[in-house]
């Protein structure tokens, strides 16, 4: 990690990728100089604090932003209709999932993270919506690594349009002005699945031949040229995909398959881990850093799995899970309860911690807008679509900070201007 970092700077980006180079090769302050030399350190750099949150309105789409180290909401961006939010693996993106108008879009929050010699310099500008838009049949899952965007479209099995997957590079939708070029890769039908960026190519789901739940049954690894080669074993019922650095994990009804670059180059391979325990996985999430995967594991435990490895851990949770993350240290699980607890789950030993009361008890399963958890190191954010508020939370020790009124009916949440590169993994105070 590095260990300086230049205080954030506002700057009045037209060409991000442009004008963040120019900024670059100014020197740095006398705030820079002032943080001294690499050198180890007990706390955790507070730079993280830097970080904007991204809330969407689960009736009108709006996005509001909080950011973090002025404790204050300092925007909204109108929207047009309900839409689903992820975060790129890079923190400088928000991608928003439209599927009633079939498409999907980015957003930026007005945080950059950027390398300068032995430090960061991150900088701070106007939230704003990318002019840049994705069109396709029922968009579904986002897969966001190694710079790269993948959305995934389930096509359409009333007019036999094919799923697809459209990759976007996060390097041209820094340059603003120029409409980036998406690489996109075509399934064999219709149906509900994944895809991610991989070297060469990209991972995709296989329909099962003639189910009429549009299950998926595998992964092919399909080349820049459109070759496809079917990766074995099988994932059958398959359900969620996460990157796990040049890894990506799939849950499927048996294990969790785990594909990777072959030895030696030449495609890829994939490995199935068997789950700990009975039950299977819906959701997983990777983190990178550490090479893990965790997921869900039927509705009140969840399971660690090594992706190299395949050595795991179960954890009963105690109640239904109806959301959970991991912090980015990766050091906890935190899980958003049916019985509106926030549980924190450590994924070294499995102790829980709980903090209960932070929303009234709820249904996991449900129509209209939904709860939404978003962590950063110190601090998890949830939102209440029923009372109007976000939720600030200490996560260690669990304690409830502040409870932001900001009407509507606040639903999904991303923490962006975040990645490995402002996270001190060591512990400490903000």
């Known amino acids: 990690m590095f260990d300086r970092f230049c205080h954030a700077k506002r700057a009045g980006l037209s060409r991000f990728g442009f004008v963040l180079a120019a900024l670059l090769g100014a020197a740095c302050g006398p705030d820079d100089e002032g943080a001294g030399p690499a050198a180890a350190v007990e706390a955790r750099h507070p730079s993280w604090r830097r970080a904007r949150v991204a809330v969407a309105d689960g009736v009108s789409g709006a996005v509001s932003i909080f950011d973090v180290e002025e404790d204050a909401w300092i925007a909204t961006l109108p929207g047009d209709g309900p839409v689903s939010m992820h975060a790129t693996e890079s923190g400088d993106f928000a991608v928003l999932v439209s599927p009633g108008r079939d498409e999907g879009y980015f957003l930026r929050a007005g945080v950059s993270v950027a390398p300068h010699d032995d430090h960061l310099h991150i900088y701070k500008f106007e939230p704003s919506r990318h002019e840049f838009t994705i069109e396709g049949a029922a968009p579904g899952a986002v897969v966001s690594s190694a710079g790269q965007v993948t959305l995934f479209f389930e096509g359409s099995a009333a007019d036999g349009t094919p799923a697809q997957a459209a990759v976007v590079s996060e390097e041209e939708l820094r340059i603003r002005g120029e409409t980036p070029v998406p690489r996109w890769f075509v399934a064999e039908a219709p149906h509900h699945g994944a895809a991610a960026a991989v070297e060469g190519g990209a991972l995709l789901t296989r329909p099962l031949p003639g189910d009429p739940e549009g299950q998926a049954e595998g992964v092919s690894f399909v080349n ?87 050595a795991s851990a179960r954890f009963d949770v105690g109640a239904e899970m109806c959301l959970f993350g991991t912090e980015p240290r ?20 499995g102790a829980i911690t709980s903090l209960d009361g932070v929303v009234p008890p709820f249904a996991c399963e449900g129509q209209g807008p939904r709860h939404g958890l978003a962590l950063t190191p110190d601090r998890a954010f949830v939102t209440a679509p029923g009372s109007g508020e976000v939720l600030e939370i200490d996560v260690e020790p669990l304690v409830m900070v502040e409870r932001h009124v900001i009407g509507g009916a606040p639903s999904g949440v991303v923490v962006l201007g975040l990645d490995a590169r402002n996270i001190d993994l060591a512990p400490g105070a903000h």
């Open 224 to 310: 820049d040229s459109g070759s496809a080669e079917v990766i074995m074993p099988g994932c059958p019922a398959l359900s969620g995909a996460a990157p796990i650095d040049r890894r990506v994990a799939f849950a499927c009804e048996d294990g969790v398959l785990v594909v990777e670059p072959a030895e030696g180059g030449g495609g890829m391979v994939g490995t199935k881990w068997p789950y700990p325990g009975d039950g299977r996985a819906r959701t997983l999430v990777g983190h990178g850093p550490s090479g893990f995967v965790v997921g869900d594991l039927g509705p009140s435990a969840v399971f660690r799995i090594d992706a190299a490895t395949g």
């Open 330 to 349: 990766g050091e906890a699980l935190f899980a958003l309860t049916s019985d509106g607890a926030l549980r924190r789950i450590e994924l070294a030993t």
